[in-house]
C-alpha cells in the first residue's frame, strides 16, 4: 500500500505491542503502526483474506496516560509475505473502537 492511498497519519510503534485475537485468546503477531483508522500488524502466519478480528493490545503509557489494554474491532484490507522467511504483513481498517480508546489513540498519535 502506497503513502498516497492513507487518509491518516500513522505513527510507527517504539515498542513491542503484542495483539491478542480475544476470540481465540491466542495471539497473532505484533504492530508495526497505528493510526486512528487503522493498523500494521507483523505476524509469523498468515492472516484470513477479507477477515474479521476482535483483538487487544497492551497500550504504551505516555504523559498523562497510564498503561492499558486496547480492544478493538478490525478487518483486513491486504496481507503479503515479508522479505523475512517466515514473517507476514498485514493491514488493518480499525471497524470498532470505544471513545475513549480512540481518544487516548488519537493523542498518541498526534504527541508526535
Do not use: C
Request: neutral net charge; hydrophobic residues 40%.
Amino acid at each position: 500500500m502506497s503513502a498516497e492511498n492513507r487518509r491518516s497519519k500513522r505513527r510507527a510503534v517504539e515498542t513491542v505491542l503484542e495483539v491478542t485475537d480475544t476470540m481465540t485468546g491466542m495471539p497473532m503477531g505484533r504492530i508495526g503502526n497505528l493510526s486512528i483508522d487503522g493498523l500494521m500488524l507483523i505476524s509469523n502466519v498468515p492472516v484470513r483474506d477479507d477477515a474479521l478480528y476482535q483483538v487487544a493490545f497492551p497500550f504504551p503509557p505516555g504523559p498523562g496516560t497510564p498503561k492499558q489494554t486496547i480492544e478493538i474491532g478490525i478487518h483486513e484490507q491486504w496481507n503479503e509475505a515479508a522479505n523475512v522467511a517466515g514473517q507476514y504483513w498485514a493491514g488493518f481498517r480499525i471497524i470498532d473502537i470505544s471513545p475513549a480508546d480512540r481518544a487516548t489513540l488519537k493523542a498518541w498519535i498526534e504527541a508526535r
